[in-house]
């Protein structure tokens, strides 16, 4: 008798397991089709975006119509931006710029715009507006304080900015790129505003293309400061930035396919065709 009991208490705990796991799955799957049917896309292509993500430290992921971002309310601000750069997204149409407001969709709320207020910090876009550039509204929701970060200047307006260039020609050359960006709020020494904003002593950009089975990576993370150096003396591989930043980027990839790409730190690589 003991050991049916033995028996039926570990298929019964067999079962709840199996039944959270599907819960788990089926919670996931929702998400991913509430994100396709806002978007009105096909199926197929958004669950093909969607299916790029990096994992979330903070299970709190907010997705815009062209963008999604991970919410750290901690250290208020996003851990990691995401977007498709699609070729055909590569335009400019000099909207007017808006005001940053905070991000209706966080629901810790994003932080305020004040906090930069004589701080001596830009609001330095993670996605940026250039990048959204085609569509008045994909423009303007990069305005939200969800999508900004401290940023130095001369950071801001320089290496950063070229990196920002490079990206969109890149775009371009390879026809699209999915992009991933965020400050490594790890270990940082300063914040900002009433709300504690944390100033990322660096931040980090992953791109990455794929085509007819053929697949590219590249990251880069670059200190928050002034620098004149070239872009590629910054590549760093994807395996390290995810031990610096404990975020698994790129995680629905074939496990050979990610093992490959992310241990690399090859810009000759990436840059041919």
């Not at 026809?175 to 505003?193: A, F, M, N, Q, R």
Request: with cysteine; hydrophobic share 35%.
């Amino acid at each position: 008798m003991k050991s049916m009991s033995i028996l039926f208490g570990f298929a019964f705990s067999l079962l709840l397991f199996m039944a959270c796991r599907e819960s788990s799955e089926v919670q996931q799957n929702v998400w991913k089709e509430s994100v396709f049917q806002e978007k009105g896309q096909s199926n197929t292509a958004s669950k093909k975006d969607l299916d790029f993500i990096p994992t979330s430290t903070t299970n709190q992921i907010v997705k815009h119509t062209y963008y999604t971002l991970s919410y750290n309310e901690k250290h208020e601000q996003a851990e990691w931006v995401f977007y498709n750069l699609k070729k055909e997204y590569l335009k400019s149409n000099n909207f007017k710029r808006p005001y940053f407001i905070q991000d209706p969709k966080v629901t810790t709320a994003s932080a305020d715009w004040r906090n930069y207020k004589n701080s001596g910090y830009d609001k330095g876009h993670l996605c940026p507006a250039g990048d959204m550039d085609f569509d008045q509204q994909a423009y303007e929701d990069t305005f939200f304080t969800s999508n900004i970060s401290p940023q130095n200047h001369e950071f801001n307006s320089g290496i950063w900015n070229r990196l920002e260039q490079k990206t969109r020609y890149w775009a371009a050359q390879f026809e699209g790129l999915y992009v991933v960006t965020g400050g490594v709020l790890k270990d940082y020494s300063k914040t900002i505003g009433s709300e504690k904003v944390v100033v990322p002593n660096s931040f980090y950009k992953i791109l990455f293309h794929h085509s007819g089975g053929h697949y590219k990576m590249i990251a880069f993370l670059i200190p928050n400061k002034k620098s004149d150096r070239p872009l590629y003396d910054y590549v760093i591989a994807v395996d390290e930035l995810e031990t610096i930043t404990g975020i698994d980027f790129f995680h629905n990839l074939e496990d050979a396919i990610e093992n490959k790409l992310e241990k690399r730190a090859d810009y000759e690589s990436w840059i041919k065709n």
